[in-house]
T-cell receptor
């Protein structure tokens, strides 16, 4: 199984709402990632979890809060977002983590987020 | 530090013709290089990678890429393009220990019948 699943597929939220994005993989990967992608632009890295610990935070605003409950699950908690946060949010995983990172990333289909 | 450039925003080819999507990189150290494809409203899909060894790498859907260390390039190629190859292509580079990949800006490939 080489699939990364993400829920929901679409999400519309107001600026005062709290919502969560979910990501799951069952490939035994120990590195998981959150990316933000605007239309026809490259994905922008937000967070990296390695062995369930946050290893990289790319100076993401605190209104985005990641969580890795176990090695298969990754959440992104959203609160008080701005309209400019509207984008496709992609989750990815890779086999290798740490210093020997030769593994390709497997991406989920993304969650299309619209902030009104 | 690591960076990658895709000099062409758009590549247009006729179906059946060979295609090339260009990628150059800049790293301090030996790079790991990747190509991904993204179809509309989908996540990225891995195509192929270069880690070490043979400079010519073969991947999914008939794609291949050649690692050229002297020119710091990793161009994606396919001998005969299909209309279904039309998509957005991203080159990515990673340096061992960096913990993350850097993506190019992407190249939109359009294959016309």
């Amino acid at each position: 199984d080489t699939e990364v699943t993400q829920t929901p597929k679409h999400l519309v939220m107001g600026m005062t709402n709290k919502k969560s994005l979910k990501c799951e993989q069952h490939m035994g990967h120990r590195a998981m990632y959150w990316y933000k992608q605007k239309a026809k632009k490259p994905p922008e890295l937000m967070f990296v979890y390695s062995y369930e610990k946050l290893s990289i935070n790319e100076s993401v605003p605190s209104r985005f809060s990641p969580e890795c409950p176990n090695s298969s699950l990754l959440n992104l908690h959203l609160h008080a977002l701005q309209p400019e946060d509207s984008a496709l949010y992609l989750c990815a995983s890779s086999q290798a983590a740490g210093t020997a990172e030769m593994g390709e990333q497997y991406f989920g289909p993304g969650t299309r987020l619209t902030v009104t | 530090a690591q960076s990658v450039a895709q000099p062409e925003d758009q590549v247009n080819v006729a179906e059946g013709n060979p295609l090339t999507v260009k990628c150059t990189y800049s790293v301090s150290g030996n790079p790991y290089l990747f190509w991904y494809v993204q179809y509309p409203n989908r996540g990225l899909q891995f195509l192929l990678k270069y880690i070490t060894g043979d400079n010519l790498v073969k991947g999914s859907y008939g794609f291949e890429a050649e690692f050229n260390k002297s020119q710091t390039s990793f161009h994606l190629k396919k001998p005969s393009a299909l209309v279904s190859d039309s998509a957005l292509y991203f080159c990515a580079v990673r340096v061992p220990g960096a913990g993350k990949s850097t993506f190019g800006d992407g190249t939109t490939l359009t294959v016309k019948p």
